[in-house]
């Protein structure tokens, strides 16, 4: 007979993704922005001349997405692609000048939902949880090869 704490973790896990990303995109709908283009815009914020395809990667997202999403920020003029100099295959992905700005509110409002999420509860018990879903993480990666 399986534990219930094994049956109810998981759903657990899946309700809390829900409704982190709930909150998340409640606040980016009010910057005119969606989950996915705001991560996307963060990740380029972090890291700017990434290719589309190691943002992708990064995003774990298919190219086809990928590019609706830049399409979008790039109507938007949030970013920029530019040709890589060595390579004219691959396209650089940059922040236009008012794109910093917008990716300040966004990093402020994911630090603010982070301490609103984490209210009460103790760095230990976070770490302890990282660890059991890290741990997850690895039998899940064993089964795919």
Known sequence: MTDPVHNDFL?????L????R?????????????YARAQALLHISA???LSQAE??????IRT??????????????LIERRSDPDDKRLRRLF???????????????TEELR???YHDVTPEELAQALETLRRIQQNLDRMEG
């Open 17 to 20: 993704v829900r409704g982190i």
């Open 64 to 77: 086809p997405s990928m590019n609706r999403t830049l399409d979008h920020l790039e109507a938007a003029e």
């Open 95 to 109: 922040l236009t000048p008012q794109a910093h700005a917008k990716a300040e509110r966004i990093v402020g409002f």
């Open 11 to 15: 759903p657990a896990v899946f309700g």
């Open 47 to 49: 890291c700017e001349g």
């Open 22 to 34: 709930k909150r998340f995109n409640a606040r980016a709908a009010a910057m005119e922005m969606t």
């Open 55 to 60: 943002l992708a990667e990064r995003l774990e």
């Open 115 to 117: 301490r609103e999420v």
